[in-house]
């Protein structure tokens, strides 16, 4: 099936910068929307950022003006550019696709996670 793997991951002081990226690959017939997430022990996954297959981003109100979400549709990636970090955005943050696979009628819509990559931001 389809696999999402992720990197970019990592230690920063506030204020720093990381950018995050996700590259699907497998048997994908397109693309409706792709997203990132994040989780911190003892919370819910959240979402922090979307971008659709017309080009409309969705942004989480605490990252907006510092996260920016970014696709290459012909390389099936999105990347997430995460600046002016702060303590409160240390988290696991994990690729989310939503997805037309590919199958003898054409497409069926299935979502896939990536595995995680740890954002830690502390000085």
């Known amino acids: 099936q389809v696999q999402l793997v992720e990197s970019g991951g990592g230690f920063v002081q506030p204020g720093g910068s990381l950018r995050l990226s996700c590259v699907a690959s497998?048997?994908?017939?397109?693309?409706?929307?792709m997203s990132w997430y994040r989780q911190t022990p003892g919370k819910e996954r959240e979402l922090v950022a979307t971008?659709?297959?017309?080009?409309?981003?969705v942004y989480l109100d605490s990252v907006k003006g510092r996260f920016t979400i970014s696709r290459d549709a012909a390389k099936n990636t999105v990347s997430l550019q995460m600046n002016s970090l702060k303590p409160e955005d240390t988290a696991a943050y994990y690729c989310?696709?939503?997805?037309?696979?590919?199958?003898?009628?054409?497409?069926?819509?299935?979502?896939?996670w990536g595995q995680g990559t740890q954002v830690t931001v502390s000085s």
């Open positions: 497998g048997s994908i017939f397109s693309i409706v929307a």
């Open positions: 989310y696709g939503d997805l037309l696979v590919r199958t003898n009628y054409g497409g069926s819509r299935k979502a896939f």
């Open positions: 971008v659709a297959s017309g080009g409309d981003t």
